[in-house]
């Protein structure tokens, strides 16, 4: 079956810090990839996403590259902020529906001091 | 801009009360889950539906029941809660044609 496999943390970083999370997967087909943010007491939201190999998903700051080649799809951003305190998640979902199709990492939780 | 709503936001449930959360979505989706979320453990399957009138078990279904009402709602229903069941439940959609999946803002529940 499909897996995520991301670093749990939580990272600690300083503002203006070089951020790399790491995330690879695992899945029979060619899925969608997804970088979801949880910030305290809310639900997910998704940061960026990729559809298919080589695609960059960006949004706010943040990247993140579908590498086929390496099934990996690390989150970066150059210069973090206070703000971007939250727990990131990583999850894949492929066309085959129903339960198999969505799967997540465990989560990294993010701490960025000023 | 509704997206997915689920209610209550926060509930406190004595052992052995039952409740139902509820969750709409107003973007047509066919796929529909529950999810709970546990320090740890990252987000766990409970229950999905693929479509209207259809249910099925995910990871951990134990203790929990489904209804696919109409194609915008799907409930979760505890019918005895208890303790283990504190967690803090989301609901979510899916888009089919681009896979990506929209989260309600999570539900609260803590059983004493």
């Known amino acids: 079956g499909n897996s995520v496999t991301q670093m749990e943390g939580p990272v600690t970083l300083s503002e203006e810090a070089f951020l790399t999370i790491n995330c690879t997967y695992t899945a029979t087909g060619y899925p969608s990839l997804f970088w979801y943010v949880q910030y305290p007491g809310e639900g997910l939201q998704l940061l960026l996403k990729a559809t298919k190999a080589d695609d960059k998903g960006s949004n706010k700051g943040f990247e993140a590259t579908y590498r086929k080649e390496t099934t990996s799809f690390h989150l970066e951003k150059g210069s973090v902020q206070v703000s971007d305190s939250a727990v990131y998640f990583c999850a894949l979902s492929d066309s085959g529906g129903g339960a198999d199709g969505l799967t997540f990492g465990k989560g990294t939780h993010l701490i960025i001091q000023p | 801009n509704a997206g997915v709503t689920q209610t209550p936001k926060f509930q406190v449930l004595k052992t052995g009360q039952s409740m139902t959360l509820q969750c709409a979505q107003d973007m047509n989706h066919n796929s529909m889950y529950w999810y709970r979320q546990d320090p740890g453990m990252g987000l766990r399957l409970i229950y999905y539906s693929a479509s209207e009138g259809t249910t099925d078990k995910g990871e951990v279904p134990n203790g929990y029941n489904v209804s696919r009402l109409n194609k915008r709602e799907f409930s979760l229903r505890l019918e005895s809660a208890a303790p283990s069941q504190t967690s803090v439940y989301f609901c979510?959609?899916?888009?089919?044609?681009?896979?990506?999946?929209?989260f309600g803002e999570g539900s609260w529940l803590t059983v004493v």
């Open positions: 979510a959609s899916r888009d089919g044609l681009g896979n990506t999946i929209y």
